[in-house]
């Protein structure tokens, strides 16, 4: 089949990666790709909301499915725009439609459907411009520190974490009558902190079976020992240590039957990913967010662990018939290293040129935000460059040899964190 993959960073590349090993696609278009990705298709240059051109192109091509990377489009719609069109509406889109797109659309939804369908999450309240001052009375029946999202869409910047009253106050004042981050701060959802240790939690489903994909821990902060800034992720695990059979037990039972059962309840038929965001306090598992796509750097850790063939899976997805499929994960772990640009998540500068790539033997370079100028070299285009992900027995081996790939790899100010997967090479984790 001919297939469509719209994006073009880590993930994408990933995704493609995978699918272009199955004997199902006889042809991968991304849209629009990187320098990455064309080694596994044809990069298309596609303005990922600009449905008219998708189909347009898909009409054109004769494409057989598509999969959606990144977020926005999905909120945004491109789901139900192919089935509302009579020459698009067979065409299996793998992502959620726009109602069960707002599960990461509106913080403020998937707060409100956690609470109506009792999935475990932090307390919480959401305020407007006109509920200000009621905003500040909730922040100080809390404690410290404070945690504020923007409800909708932030381009993975809409969250804020004060440690002081006063800076919780002038924070949700900036976002709800400043506009901080836009219309998504219109609604601002105010939670209670839960002190424990993240992982994120992956699912397909087809709406009423769902298969669990492996798990994986990713690194936010910029700098070594989680200091400095968030990032999108400066690098990836998989599997988890402290994720083990009595904890994914209580995941499945406590969140991820609640959630596909609550979307069914509510009538929204969700055929795609559901990412599921956690915080295992003492063992006990709550939800911090859901996202309606697979999460980046995860997906570098986590696809490569993936035997079974993915494409076989998405068909299975659009005809309902997942609970046939079986899925198969290697028991080898992954870890996935970051490289990004100087400055970053700061200002930074594109179009280093990147060096050494072909020396790496050992690992899998995914390329995140990268550009092949006309003389087919390859130059950084993006704050995250590319992700270096490599196999071994144990989390030690697959960070030796993702690190010993990096160090072949060179561009001008090239940064990365040297502790990826660090905290959990030890059995004696304690989970504060």
């Known amino acids: 089949m001919n297939i469509l993959l719209l994006g073009s960073g880590g993930r994408e590349h990933a995704f493609a990666w995978k699918i272009s090993q199955s004997k199902r696609c006889e042809k991968l278009f991304i849209a629009p790709g990187n ?45 139900d725009f192919f089935l509302a069109d009579e020459q698009l ?46 905003g500040f009375n909730f922040l100080e029946q809390l404690n410290p520190p404070y945690v504020l999202k923007a409800d909708g ?53 087809d709406g009423d079976s769902y298969k669990i994909l492996p798990e994986a821990k990713d690194y936010k902060r910029i700098g070594d020992q989680d200091t400095g800034p968030n990032t999108g992720g400066m690098g990836a695990v998989s599997p988890v240590p402290f994720a083990g059979k ?3 037990q209580k995941v499945e039972e406590r969140i991820i039957i609640p959630t596909i059962e609550g979307l069914k309840k509510e009538n929204i038929l969700y055929k ?15 939800v911090i967010e859901y996202n309606v796509r697979m999460g980046d750097p995860e997906t570098e850790a986590v696809i490569p662990r993936i035997e079974s063939d993915l494409v076989e899976l ?45 020396d790496v033997k050992e690992s899998f370079v995914f390329h995140a935000g990268t550009s092949m100028d006309e003389k087919e070299v390859i130059k ?17 081996e697959a960070a030796a040899l993702s690190y010993r790939s990096v160090s072949k790899i060179a561009f001008e100010n090239m940064y990365f964190r040297k502790d990826i997967s660090l905290d959990l090479q030890t059995k004696s984790q304690v989970i504060k």
């Open 35 to 79: 320098a990455g990705t064309l080694q596994c298709g044809t990069n298309v240059n596609l303005n990922l909301l600009d449905f008219v051109a998708v189909r347009n192109f898909v009409l054109e091509k004769k494409i057989d499915m598509v999969i959606v990377g990144p977020e926005e489009p999905l909120v945004k719609g491109i789901h």
């Open 89 to 134: 509406r067979n065409i299996p889109v793998i992502g959620p439609e726009k109602d069960g797109a707002q599960l990461e659309g509106s913080k403020d939804f998937s707060k409100q459907f956690m609470s109506r369908h009792r999935i475990p999450t932090a307390r919480y309240q959401t305020f407007t411009a006109e509920t200000l001052q009621e």
């Open 153 to 205: 869409l932030a381009a993975g910047k809409g969250v804020v974490i004060p440690n002081t009253l006063d800076d919780a106050k002038n924070e949700l004042k900036e976002m709800l009558t400043d506009a901080k981050f836009g219309a998504a701060s219109s609604k601002v959802v105010i939670e209670e902190f839960l002190k424990g240790i993240e992982l994120s939690v992956f699912v397909l489903t």
């Open 246 to 248: 009595e904890f994914m």
């Open 272 to 286: 795609g990913f559901i990412f599921i965001g956690l915080m295992n306090v003492n063992g006990e598992p709550y």
């Open 314 to 358: 998405f068909e299975a997805v659009s005809k309902g018939t997942l609970a046939e499929k079986e899925l198969v994960i290697s028991k080898q772990s992954v870890v996935t290293v970051m490289l990004v640009s100087g400055g970053y998540p700061g200002d930074y500068e594109k179009g280093k040129v990147i060096s050494g790539l072909g």
């Open 380 to 396: 950084t285009s993006g704050g995250r460059v590319l992700a270096v992900s490599s196999f071994g027995k144990n989390m030690e």
